[in-house]
């Protein structure tokens, strides 16, 4: 998210979790304030290998309820800054971003196992994120950990089938994560797309998976 007025409307939609990035090289790189959220909001600070003091600067200025690491983080970087985090305010949720094209080496996970909170699985390109295209989620099936992800990675309307099927198998998917297929411009989220969205993924409005914007 990047424009207040855009902030507000999507609020209204009631995702569980909104998203502001700070790293210089994106087009939805944050600056300026925040507009009021409703409580049940998750402020979510998204960064690219940037240092824990700034992480923890930027979360004393906004309120982050979670962290996502998009970079090159260890996982010696995500135990310290979660508990230089978790030493100044109530439970902080940690999110690593690992991304995927057509295969994908799980064992990298393991070192992080039991510090981060949710895996996020994003298309591998270009660019940090925003890349507009999945990757092959058939890979996932050989995912094995019981820690929780967050699918992501070109998300969009066309995707329906695709996300209606996954949701059935057992695979722990914790929350859907769109970008960049309900966007007119970078940051600026297009509301009547992400509601048709929300009425095929969640058509009585029951959820059993989360929503990040």
């Given at each position: 998210m990047?424009?207040?007025?855009?902030?507000?409307?999507?609020a209204?939609?009631?995702?569980?979790?909104?998203?502001?990035?700070?790293?210089?090289k994106s087009?939805r790189n944050?600056?300026?304030p925040i507009a009021?959220l409703p409580?049940?909001?998750k402020?979510t600070g998204?960064?690219?290998?940037a240092?824990i003091d700034?992480?923890?600067?930027k979360?004393?200025?906004?309120g982050?309820?979670?962290?996502?690491?998009?970079g090159d983080?260890?996982s010696?970087?995500?135990?310290?800054l979660?508990q230089?985090?978790?030493?100044?305010?109530d439970?902080i949720?940690l999110?690593?971003?690992f991304s995927?094209?057509?295969?994908?080496?799980f064992s990298?996970?393991?070192?992080y196992?039991g510090?981060?909170d949710y895996f996020l699985f994003d298309?591998?390109?270009?660019?940090?994120g925003g890349?507009g295209?999945t990757?092959?989620?058939?890979v996932?099936?050989?995912?094995s950990?019981?820690?929780?992800f967050?699918?992501s990675?070109g998300i969009?309307?066309e995707?329906?089938?695709k996300?209606?099927?996954?949701?059935?198998?057992?695979?722990p998917i914790?929350?859907?994560?769109?970008?960049?297929k309900?966007?007119t411009?970078p940051?600026?989220?297009?509301i009547?797309?992400?509601i048709?969205?929300?009425?095929?993924?969640?058509?009585?409005?029951?959820?059993?998976?989360?929503?990040?914007l």
């Amino acid at each position: 998210m990047k424009y207040q007025e855009n902030i507000e409307a999507i609020a209204s939609l009631q995702p569980d979790y909104l998203g502001f990035i700070f790293y210089e090289k994106s087009p939805r790189n944050f600056t300026g304030p925040i507009a009021e959220l409703p409580a049940h909001i998750k402020k979510t600070g998204v960064f690219v290998n940037a240092s824990i003091d700034f992480i923890v600067k930027k979360t004393k200025e906004y309120g982050f309820k979670a962290i996502q690491l998009h970079g090159d983080e260890t996982s010696h970087f995500c135990q310290e800054l979660k508990q230089k985090l978790e030493s100044l305010y109530d439970k902080i949720e940690l999110f690593k971003v690992f991304s995927i094209k057509d295969e994908f080496d799980f064992s990298t996970l393991n070192p992080y196992e039991g510090i981060v909170d949710y895996f996020l699985f994003d298309t591998k390109g270009k660019e940090k994120g925003g890349n507009g295209y999945t990757f092959d989620w058939s890979v996932l099936a050989n995912y094995s950990s019981k820690t929780p992800f967050i699918l992501s990675g070109g998300i969009g309307l066309e995707e329906i089938d695709k996300i209606q099927a996954i949701l059935k198998t057992n695979l722990p998917i914790y929350a859907l994560d769109v970008n960049s297929k309900f966007e007119t411009q970078p940051g600026l989220k297009n509301i009547d797309k992400l509601i048709e969205f929300k009425k095929h993924i969640y058509p009585s409005d029951k959820r059993n998976k989360k929503t990040t914007l």
